[in-house]
């Protein structure tokens, strides 16, 4: 297996070695609990006290306070809480508050989420107000000046998880001068990444996460500033100066403090000049690797180690395919399902075209990134950017690849649109054609050098003819129901493959032969491919489809004849770095076109298909089961769970 490149910081980081040594010396020598007086728990608690000034001392926290919980989340809902309460005081005093909550368009959902709570629970009936960005993804200060004399609460944060775009919190403080709103900033993003002076602004609250920058989940801290109201989030046994009830997290402020002690005696991380050199590199290779490549967010007032992209042509989910197939880890900038990316809601907020916000994808890497992954991560990049463009995704001419022909499915939303490619001639019937995978069949066709010769609907009929030859078969047409047409692919009388569309296979009984290979037009129908007998006579799929690594070394040890069969698409096998255990290649958009020479073979080999995450083989498993090949297996959990021991080509 090659090295995996982590590249997903802004999610979660690794754990610094020096962190993780702290956390085990506290959980070994130094157990004991803060609060008891005897020696054990004086060593705990300074240990606990020394992390904590020197948090205050890195944040310039002035005679602010600063408590350790849980993480980012819980910091929000504290200060959320906080503020809320007093207002509710406040208002019950007589005194004006204002009447709403401003959040910035582009926080994390944990603010809006905790507003909404809070607001509800409390029964305040403030108003819930998104404070708009520009196109660059910084807040508009001209919006929130105008909402300032009505603001009770404002939440912003410092820099953004998604694109890395940094707020302008000199701006935003300058602006609220006057106005009596709370003030919170999230600076998840921004610890050891930005110089932070809490104690000399007007910031009120500020959340941090440990995780985000080589702590262990788990743990983080709250900034307060003096004199800011406060109403404890979790009460007991008066912890935390009773800001925080519950027995501290002594392993996890160990880690923080080994952390806080890298950033503020420095040595560990990267300095800021090295930052801007790795992201430089990177944007590099992304624009040589993908032509047409638009980063979406501005270089210049974004944090170094983010870079958010989208590329023409290619959804984040294939992009993420191929990346990982890579072995480099990245994000989807959006939430993106199997069937399709939802839009980012804050590339959204910065009004860029839909089709970037819901094909974005993110690269994040934290301050201890060396140069040596960095280059290496540059190297991976370029090898799948031509893995793509060979694959015909980004259309431009390929050569040396293989062209690909006989039938391929190509899926979007849950419907199928299915191509047939007769190599010879370059012609090509595109059958159920979906308007928004025109580009890339317009791509894949153009890169291989292929014409459509005809498109045929199931819907409408459109054939002209009733039969027409096409390479060495012939396609006929034949009525399925009143609303249906399917198209049957035929060798002599015979009929390989019926495309039927969207008409229920039951009702097909008697118009197709039993053993014809039928190809829906929607995941719900069917998957990939199956036949009218293999329907009738039911599922068998079977507990044992699914292998774990244990089972799979059985299996293979058992029979040396089993056949593995990577089912991931061309482009993400050839991002590989080569190596590991021989497998079959049959991308799951051409298990069809296999299926019946594996149902012909006379000994019928186990089958164990595998993928990155384990969905698509078990749709091709399930698919070869269900066509009566007992033999076929799926590796559960995909590469990502599979022992290192298998070395599967990863
Ligand atoms: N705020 C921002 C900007 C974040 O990126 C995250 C984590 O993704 C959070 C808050 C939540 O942090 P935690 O995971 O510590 O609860």
């Known amino acids: 297996m090659s090295k995996e490149i982590y590249l997903d910081g802004n999610a979660t980081t690794c754990v610094l070695p020096a962190a993780i040594d702290a956390a085990v010396q506290a959980m070994r020598d130094c157990f004991g609990n803060p609060s008891s007086t005897h020696a054990t728990g004086l060593q705990a608690k300074a240990m606990m006290d020394s992390v904590r000034q020197r948090a205050k001392r890195l944040l310039g926290v002035g005679n602010g306070r600063i408590m350790f919980n849980s993480g980012a989340t819980e910091g929000i809902q504290t200060a959320v809480l906080s503020a809320l309460c007093a207002l509710r005081e406040r208002r019950e005093r007589g005194e004006a508050i204002g009447s709403l909550l401003v959040y910035g368009a582009t926080e994390h ?225 959006s939430a993106c399902s199997a069937a399709k990316a939802a839009p980012s809601y804050v590339l959204d907020a910065m009004g860029l075209p839909a089709w970037r916000s819901s094909s974005a994808v993110r690269m994040s890497f934290g301050p201890l990134a060396g140069e040596e992954i960095i280059d290496e991560a540059c190297t991976r990049i370029e090898r799948c950017g031509q893995a793509l463009r060979n694959a015909g995704l980004m259309d431009t001419p390929v050569s040396g690849t293989v062209v690909p022909e006989g039938l391929l499915q190509l899926s979007l939303a849950g419907n199928h649109t299915w191509l047939l490619l007769d190599a010879p001639s370059r012609q090509c019937i595109v059958i159920d054609h979906q308007a928004e995978l025109g580009e890339r069949i317009d791509s894949l066709l153009h890169s291989h050098g292929y014409k459509v010769s005809a498109r045929l609907s199931t819907r409408d009929g459109g054939a002209e003819t009733d039969s027409f030859v096409f390479g060495a078969h012939t396609v006929r047409r034949a009525a399925l129901d009143s609303s249906h047409t399917g198209y049957l692919l035929c060798s002599g009388d015979k009929v390989d493959y019926a495309f039927t569309g969207l008409a229920a296979l039951s009702g097909l009984a008697g118009k197709l032969p039993a053993d014809a290979l039928v190809c829906a037009g929607r995941e719900e129908v069917n998957a990939c491919c199956t036949s009218l007998r293999a329907e009738a006579q039911g599922s068998m799929a079977g507990a044992d489809l699914n292998l774990d690594s244990i089972a799979l070394a059985r299996l293979l040890e058992a029979h040396p004849q089993a056949v593995l069969v990577d089912v991931r698409e061309t482009y993400e096998q050839a991002a590989c770095i080569p190596g590991g255990r021989a497998a079959e290649s049959v991308p799951l958009s051409r298990l069809a076109a296999f299926v019946p020479g594996w149902l012909d073979a006379v000994d019928q080999p186990p089958l164990v298909f595998f993928c990155r995450s384990g969905n698509r083989s078990a749709k091709a498993a399930q698919c070869l089961r269900r066509l009566g090949y007992r033999n076929a297996y799926s590796l559960g959990g995909g590469i990502a769970l599979a022992s290192p021991a298998l070395a599967l080509a990863a």
């Open 109 to 333: 959902k944990a603010v809006p989420e905790a507003l909404a709570h809070w607001n509800r629970l409390l029964g305040l009936g403030l108003e819930l107000k998104k404070l708009p960005v520009d196109a660059d993804g910084r807040h508009d200060l001209a919006a929130l000046r105008a909402l300032a004399p009505q603001a009770a609460f404002v939440c912003t944060m410092a820099a953004n998880n998604e694109t890395g775009v940094v707020s302008d919190l000199v701006g935003i403080g300058a602006t609220l001068v006057g106005s009596k709103a709370l003030w919170m900033v999230d600076c998840v993003q921004g610890l050891g990444k930005l110089p932070l002076d809490l104690g000399n602004t007007r910031i009120d609250y500020a959340p941090f996460s440990g995780h985000k920058l080589y702590a262990p989940k788990g743990i983080g801290m709250l900034y307060v500033r003096e004199g800011a109201p406060y109403t404890a989030l979790v009460m007991g046994g008066g912890q935390e100066a009773g800001l925080r009830s519950g027995t501290e997290n002594m392993a996890g402020i160990a880690a923080l403090g080994a952390v806080l002690a890298a950033l503020e005696e420095g040595g560990t991380f990267r300095s800021p000049t090295e930052l801007y050199g790795f992201r430089e590199k990177l944007a590099t290779s992304l624009r040589a690797a993908f032509p047409g490549i638009v980063f979406n967010a501005p270089f210049d007032k974004a944090l170094p180690t983010t870079l958010n992209f989208s590329v023409p042509g290619l959804s984040s989910k294939e992009l993420l395919d191929v990346f990982d197939a890579a072995n480099v880890r990245v994000s989807a900038g």
